[in-house]
């Protein structure tokens, strides 16, 4: 029997896991480097009211890494 893991961990623990997951496509750590599967993730992360994800994610937009720059979302 298989869970979804979306509906069995507090909220908390599963941003953070994204938003470390966002942090490793980022960096190309273990993993092969793609920025717009990093923003993916710092957003879904950021929408569970990680204030960290929501940091990473303005960093994207005011870098333009995995997404266009923008300063004004950034």
């Known amino acids: 029997m298989q869970n979804n893991p979306e509906s069995t961990c507090p909220p908390d ?5 994204q938003h470390l997951l966002g942090v490793m496509y980022h960096l190309g750590k273990g993993v092969d480097n793609d920025d717009t599967k ?9 929408a569970l009211e990680l204030p960290r994800a929501h940091y ?3 960093k994207s937009y005011d870098g333009g890494f995995g997404v266009e720059e923008n300063a004004e979302t950034a």
């Open 13 to 17: 623990s599963l941003a953070r896991a």
């Open 56 to 58: 990473f994610l303005g």
């Open 38 to 46: 990093a923003v993916e993730l710092f957003r879904r992360a950021a």
